[in-house]
């Protein structure tokens, strides 16, 4: 009599061959992301002088970014990662550096600097979705794919804790645009040491169909239709998190604190989403994915709603690291829904398009909350970010049921071995 096999543990997920070489290597270029921002917003302020300058180039260069990620993500579905991820990464790291020659001397015309930017996240490699893409070829099934992506949304979000705070270090003792190069050399050595994985082989080029069309068109409307879910889903959570760092500052202002009680709270939701990641995917859940996203999302904005309530700063604390508690597993189980969601061909896509829905949503949110802030009371801003994580909650999910797709955790699909290191030319994990 056979006994079962335990239950995976995050430590099984990194014992996968190559596992921890290819993820510590998508985690350096990935860690570019939280640096880039305040680096080139500083820059920006120092070399124009001007804050609403600067805020126009950042503008552009996170419009482009997100917005054309789907599109970058296509190149890596249609051509591999090796082939269309690490061209990419090296043109965003030069543009980058453009950037800070550019900001290094004042003077530097508007246009060139907008111009720049905007070129510079249009190329921005979607390093996030392709590790994910990865992920879910190179594990075996459902219940090390879902840590996976537990470890890899905590992991991201530890990354833009720790961005600001090295780019911090490094404004301490360097101008700026240090930070921008830094950047650049951590996207370009991430990717490079990513794509020379032998992990990332796992995901082949999509290519074309004989009849010219691209694989992951086939059924496009069903595919759109299972994507629904997930995707607006991540778009409101990406809102009701967005609202939260300005709404915890109004809340300092109206009771005469300092910044560093806005620290706090912002730190309890991160700290929140981190555990709530993690026990996310140490659960073996018997329902499944998009069963559980509706409940998920509607906790995370139950809790925020709550949080406007709080008579003091250590309550708030309390309901924000509650409401930070979904923010991972939301976000995880979506982007989960997504991957099973895809098509052939279209995987890397189908993560980018959460991707780009929680990007937009932050800006989104962040931009409507500093509307609401000014003419409503506090608590009904908190309760509206609430309800629109409870409204997307409502969207109904839908399966591919088609005859040949999937219909369900990777029923269809083998899974694929890596070639095991043979000899010295072979690239072995590291401990």
């Known amino acids: 009599m056979s006994t079962p096999s335990p239950r995976p543990s995050y430590a099984a997920v990194l014992r996968v061959p190559h596992a921890r070489r290819t993820f510590t290597a998508a985690l350096v270029g990935r860690l570019s992301y939280g640096t880039v921002s305040l680096a080139l917003m500083l820059s920006l302020t120092r070399s124009t002088g001007s804050y609403a300058m600067a805020g126009i180039v950042m503008a552009l260069f996170g419009a482009t970014g997100v917005f054309l990620s789907p599109y970058r993500a296509a190149l890596v579905d249609r051509h591999g990662p090796r082939r269309a991820l690490l061209p990419m990464a090296l043109l965003y790291a030069a543009l980058l550096c453009v950037l800070a020659a550019a900001c290094w001397r004042p003077g530097t015309p508007a246009a060139v ?35 996976a992506y537990s470890l890899d949304g905590v992991a991201e979000e530890l990354l833009f804790v720790s961005g600001p705070l090295l780019v911090g270090v490094v404004v301490g003792v360097a101008p700026p645009v240090v930070g921008v190069v830094l950047s650049a050399l951590l996207v370009a050595v991430g990717t490079f040491a990513f794509v020379t994985s032998p992990a990332a082989g796992v995901l082949r080029p999509a290519g074309r169909e004989k009849d010219g069309s691209a694989p992951a068109a086939r059924g496009g409307a069903g595919q759109g239709r299972a994507l629904l879910q997930p995707v607006v889903v991540a778009a409101g959570v990406g809102v009701s998190v967005s609202a939260v760092d300005l709404l915890v500052v109004a809340f300092a202002g109206e009771r005469g604190l300092g910044g560093g009680t806005v620290a706090w709270v912002l730190a309890a939701l991160s700290a929140g989403s981190a555990v709530g990641g993690l026990l996310n995917g140490a659960v073996a859940w018997s329902s499944s994915a998009r069963a559980r996203l509706p409940f998920l999302t509607a906790g995370l904005g139950l809790c925020l709603a709550a949080a406007g309530l709080a008579p003091g700063v250590g309550t708030l604390v309390a309901a924000v ?44 949110g962040a931009a409507a909350v500093g509307l609401l802030v000014e003419r409503l009371p506090l608590p009904v801003c908190f309760a509206v970010s609430g309800a629109v994580a409870a409204a997307a909650a409502l969207v109904p999910g839908r399966r591919r049921g088609r005859t040949g797709e999937r219909t369900g955790w990777f029923s269809r699909r083998p899974s694929r071995s890596l070639p095991s290191p043979s000899g010295p030319s072979r690239v072995s994990d590291r401990p």
């Open 113 to 147: 600097l907008a111009g720049t930017a905007a070129f510079a996240g249009a190329c921005t490699p979607p390093l996030g979705p392709t590790m994910r893409a990865v992920w879910a070829e190179l594990l075996p099934d459902r219940a090390m794919v879902q840590r």
């Open 321 to 364: 690291a509650c409401a930070g508690f979904f923010v991972a597993p939301a976000l995880t189980t979506a982007y989960l829904i997504a991957d099973e969601s895809a098509a052939p061909g279209f995987r890397t896509r189908a993560g980018a398009w959460c991707n780009t829905a929680v990007n937009a949503g932050g800006s989104a």
